[in-house]
């Protein structure tokens, strides 16, 4: 609680990092202003405060999301006039990582594609488990061809909105995958992914990923990390040498927006759009309702810097498809 002609001011005061507070406070001295939670002052004057962006204007700035408020550079941009134009919701063509009932989720592909276009997308991604993860249900290679007939025949009744042919394919611990080469030909996007071997060295689980991304039907890494917040620490990995094996290959890395996830994060966002790389947001859904969490996803691009260019979710359905035919 706080008085009208603050409110501004503490909003900016107790929104982002502290280190974004103190750099920007710096700015203030040189030009004869004093910033806190109660205002912007010159000398014993108080020239705003009352909103936000009074704070940023006063020192000749343009207003900085909260997304952006951790001393990443954020004040120079403004200072430049360069900062972001941060990815939006209303830019999300679709969700690229959701499983059905034909592995461990729990809806029928009609269903999604009800949900996806009720969600105002355009396409969701059908990305079930393959045949190795047997916890999951995973699909072996005949009842994925299955499922792609059932895919198109569900589109042929469909107006505005697809369901895509996807799988999420498993990284073995050799780094070769869990399909064949034919069947992964036939796939609208193919999701390469790690759910075994977290504790190998290093080296190798980076091996695997990178081995991963140079089979030509690879078009996208899921969870990059492989975390799970509160629960599993990353496995340890070359996010570098990761990156620089993408933008070489082509290949997306993946804003897992499942909130357990949350992976690739906030700063791996970022090395990755230096980098050149695509990202990709799926909510890896495995009820309907869970695809709100491509909120999170948003979100998490946002803290990263990222603009509706550096998102595959933000292609139409045709394009997406062709990009990922030139993976």
Known sequence: MVEEECYGAALQYFTGSKPHNIRLRSVGPAKGIKINEYGVFRGERRIGGREEAEVYTALGLIWIPPELREDRGEIKAAQRGELPNLLARSDVNGDLHVHSSWSDGSSDLDEIARWGKSMGYQYVAICDHSKSLKIARGLVEDVLWRQMDEIDRINE?????????????????????????????????????????????????????????????????????????????????DLDRVMEMAAQTHTGLEINAYHERLDLNDTGCMRAKEGGVMISIGTDAHHPEQMWMMDLGVAVARRGWLEKDDILNCLSAHQLIGWCGEA
């Open 157 to 237: 009744r469909l107006d505005g909105f697809r369901l895509l042919k996807g799988t999420e394919v498993d990284i073995l611990p050799d780094g070769t995958l869990d399909l064949s080469d034919e069947i992964l030909s036939h796939l609208d996007v193919v999701i390469a992914a790690i759910h075994t071997g977290f504790k190998q060295p290093r080296e190798r689980i980076t091996t695997r990923i990178l081995l991963a991304m140079q089979n030509p039907h690879v078009d996208i890494i899921a969870h990059p990390t492989g975390r799970l917040l509160g629960t599993r620490e990353p496995y340890e990995v």
